[in-house]
């Protein structure tokens, strides 16, 4: 089954302590993206990946790593999070970045940092 | 002015009866523009895409892109509870790769 998976599905942390949630896609997409959503802002875009080895900035990126050492996996860092990275993150990922390729969606990791 | 951007309802439509989304996005170089549905702590999944001028239709949906007054709109014909949720509007821009710019959604409520 063609999916984006994420892992873990929740996560409940400590302040300073770091850690990585894993995003992985079966469908051989070029692109890759993160985003994370909070209530009255909408999905905002943390990092981006065009491909292997190439990533770049989103609108939010302060407090987040990303890498693509691969092209099916793009795991989102935290190497010390804080309370207001508290929210509901979303990998995704689309073939190719022009204008008519959707991005697929996985299920979501909701982080809570104490 | 935000960049792309939706009532936040909650909208509220009786069963049977046509949901009228709307999207206004402020970028006149926005290519395509997309529409996702969003159940509660759920991911949002794509339910159409339209980058011409016009309307494309698709089973109950029709997606209605008029890029000189810079909004697209989502008509739910014959409205039922399950399509109770928060639909996003999403933009593409020519110029920045593949990035998908959001508004905050839309609650819709059905009502049987």
């Known amino acids: 089954e063609a999916q984006v998976t994420q892992n873990p599905r929740y996560l409940i942390t400590v302040t300073g302590k770091k850690l990585t949630v894993t995003c992985s896609q079966n469908?051989?997409?070029?692109?890759m993206s993160w985003y994370r959503q909070d209530p009255g802002l909408g999905l905002r875009q943390i990092y981006y990946s065009m491909n292997v080895e190439v990533t770049d900035k989103g609108d939010v990126p302060e407090g987040y790593k990303v890498s693509r050492k691969e092209k099916r996996n793009f795991p989102l860092i935290l190497e010390s999070p804080s309370p207001n990275q508290t929210s509901l993150y979303f990998c995704?990922?689309?073939?190719?970045?022009?204008?008519?390729?959707?991005?697929?969606f996985g299920p979501g990791t909701r982080l809570t940092v104490t | 002015q935000k960049e792309v951007e939706q009532n936040s309802g909650p909208l509220s439509v009786p069963e049977g009866a046509i949901a009228s989304l709307n999207c206004t996005y402020s970028d006149r170089g926005s290519q395509s523009f997309f529409w996702y549905r969003q159940y509660s702590g759920k991911s949002p999944e794509l339910i159409m895409f339209i980058y011409s001028n016009g309307d494309k239709e698709d089973g109950r949906f029709t997606a209605q892109l008029n890029k000189a007054s810079q909004y697209v709109s989502l008509l739910i014909r014959d409205s039922q509870p399950s399509d109770s949720a928060t639909y996003l509007c999403a933009v593409k821009r020519g110029n920045q790769g593949g990035k998908l710019i959001f508004g905050q959604g839309t609650e819709l409520s059905v009502k049987p």
């Open positions: 469908m051989n997409h070029e692109y």
């Open positions: 995704a990922s689309s073939p190719r970045t022009g204008p008519t390729y959707e991005q697929y």
